[in-house]
């Protein structure tokens, strides 16, 4: 199986920054794409950015130009920079990584999810 740990969120006024983490361990032989998902209350969940094996990247409309998504190959961690909060921003957001098991691993592929951290934008 394969865990995702994320850290890195909180309370934060409006124009702030924060930096969310996730590191994934376990039964990994490669990482197909990374990305960061988010949901607020009453909302459905969306994709906020994503990033594939070739390094290419997607956002949601309303965070481009404010957040960035990385990764570490080495570490199989990625993270999510975000700049210029608002309160729109305050939401739980998860991380999520496909990719290929290792082998004896009994399922071929997994898409697994962290625990979610809380980031909230607020005066």
């Known amino acids: 199986q394969v865990q995702l740990v994320e850290s890195g969120g909180g309370l934060v006024q409006p124009g702030g920054s924060l930096r969310l983490s996730c590191v994934a361990s376990?039964?990994?032989?490669?990482?197909?794409?990374m990305g960061w998902y988010r949901q607020a209350p009453g909302k459905q969940r969306e994709l906020v950015a994503v990033?594939?094996?070739?390094?290419?990247?997607n956002y949601v409309d309303s965070v481009k130009g404010r957040f960035t998504i990385s990764r570490d190959n080495a570490k199989k961690t990625v993270y999510l920079q975000m700049n210029s909060l608002k309160p729109e921003d305050t939401a739980v957001y998860y991380c999520?990584?496909?990719?290929?098991?290792?082998?004896?691993?009994?399922?071929?592929?997994?898409?697994?999810w962290g625990q979610g951290t809380q980031v909230t934008v607020s005066s």
């Open positions: 990033i594939n094996r070739s390094g290419s990247t």
């Open positions: 376990g039964s990994i032989f490669s990482i197909n794409a």
């Open positions: 999520n990584v496909r990719g290929t098991s290792a082998v004896g691993s009994s399922t071929p592929i997994f898409d697994s």
